[in-house]
């Protein structure tokens, strides 16, 4: 199958490229991103509650008919071997009656992003060497893409990585995870700015001729790692499928029953696959998204409007999902919509600070989607009510119970994406479980917790606090470029 750009291109159609293209390669004309021409449709053989998740992975992936041999496709799923639960990644836990977690992080680094990233590591490193071509990776984070990116990539062939974050917008345990990574191809970048600064560079890089050009002449070429990059959506269907399947397996659905699915949103990534997962006939009743005070997604499928014009962004309890330009929502807008609405939207977006949908295309997207937002102090309470009835969960999950009270059939089962273990966001559980203010460093918060609550403190989460540091850049926004030519020149 191939895939086009969301925002057509120069000669008024779209230039169609295949899997291995949009993942080298993965930024379209004019600044748009790549989507699967059409999508394929589940078979009744999808719907069986014995397959197991690399089972499952190795049958959506073929399903898409993707340019990757075989063999690189079972070596790349066999990654989910070193997750937590050998057999089974993605563990589905009851906490409620019609109240499920889908506990999406397992993987080295403890933020689902490695659900998507393992494999995909693999594969672009893989076709990297087949192809003889040297790359650098961009890209940035939030918190969790940076380690995941750097975990998956470190020590790979012809590949180099380098990561920004926004300084002092990480946890500890956050920052440690990417300044102790050791790897001769890394290089971790904190920049004087937030989030979405860190985003728009790689962004802006990914488009640039002349940063292009100065790679070449290095031999090198650009790809990035975050969600822009259709190789990491492709991973983001199967976890939700696999959810279903688990509801069968528990009897708690039977095949053909619909469900909720709540995701806790930033990029847009996660919810896109679900929204994928969906056309492709999982059934699902709404994907309902949450946010946090940033609340420019919940709006948009509110109103209808996305509008950044008097926003700032708000530094919250759930940071990964503190962002106001969110890039997937495009490609719904484009499967939605078709290429013409999307890109004049993006250029509405990007010159006006907003666009607007008309009240039918409005009506169209939430056929699929509702949203809810959440605040600092339902978080909390949310972490500290579930915590004392023995489940313990991160701030980016606890939002997603913001959306439970929303749902217009709540007989159905409602799925929670759980996108962090806690021991990524410990001083915010403690400040919960003690219902104060406080700021308390990671390491005196982890200790607390794993103490109160007699729960362990997963051991490479430990070990971050006495391993060495390697990289201590931190610069202001201009100097991106430069200190990303001076990595590749060393
Ligand atoms: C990345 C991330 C999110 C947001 O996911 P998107 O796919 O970008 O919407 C939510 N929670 C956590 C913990 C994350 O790391």
Known sequence: ??????????????????????????????GGLYVPQTLPAFDASFFDKNLSYKALAKKVLTHFEIDIEETVIDEALSLYDKFDGPSNPTPLIKIKE??????????????????????????LSHLAKKEGQKYLILAATSGDT??????????????????????????????LQMVTEDGKNLKVIGIKGNFDDAQHA??????????????????????????????????????????????MAQN???????????????????ALGAYYAKKMGLPIEK?????????????????????????????????????????NVERILY??????????????????????????????????????????????????SYASQGYVMDPHTATCLKAVGTLEENSLPDVLCSTAEWTKFAPTLMSALKKDDSQYSDKEAL????????????????????????????????????EILKFINA
Not at 156 to 172: F, H, R, V
Not at 252 to 270: L, M
Not at 290 to 308: F, M
Not at 368 to 382: L, N, V
């Open 1 to 30: 199958m191939n895939f086009i750009e969301t925002r057509g291109n120069q000669e008024g159609f779209s230039k169609e490229v295949t899997f291995s293209q949009a993942l080298l390669s993965p930024s379209a004309s004019f």
């Open 98 to 123: 019609n109240l499920f977690v889908n506990e999406l992080y397992h993987g080295p680094t403890r933020a689902f992003k490695d659900m998507a990233l393992q494999p995909f590591g693999y594969i």
């Open 146 to 175: 940076g380690p995941a990116a750097l975990e998956s990539f470190k020590n790979k062939e012809n590949i180099q990585i380098a990561c920004l974050y926004p300084d002092g917008g990480t946890s500890d345990v956050q920052r």
């Open 202 to 247: 790689l962004k802006t890089l990914l488009a640039s001729d002349t940063f292009k050009t100065q790679l070449e002449k290095n031999g090198i070429k650009l790809s990035a790692a975050n969600s822009v990059n259709f190789g990491r959506i492709i991973f983001q269907i199967i976890y939700h499928v696999n959810a279903y399947l688990a509801l």
């Open 252 to 270: 708690e659905i039977d095949k053909g029953d619909k469900i909720y699915i709540t995701v806790p949103s930033g990029n847009f990534g996660n």
């Open 287 to 327: 994907i309902l998204i949450t946010s946090n005070a940033n609340n420019v997604l919940v709006e948009l499928i509110q109103t209808g409007r996305y509008d950044i014009r008097d926003k700032k962004l708000i530094l919250t309890l759930s940071p990964a999902m503190d962002i106001l330009k969110s890039s």
């Open 335 to 384: 499967d939605m919509f078709g290429a013409q609405k999307t890109k004049a939207w993006m250029d509405d977006l990007n010159e006006k600070g907003f666009y607007q949908l008309s009240s039918q295309e409005l009506a169209r997207l939430q056929e699929d989607f509702a949203a809810t937002d959440s605040d600092d102090t339902f978080t909390k309470e949310t972490i500290a």
């Open 447 to 482: 200790e607390y917790i794993s103490k109160t609550l007699d729960i362990p403190i997963t051991p490479s989460i430990k070990a971050l606090f006495t391993k060495d540091v390697y990289h201590d850049t931190i610069i202001d926004k201009a100097s991106i470029e430069a």
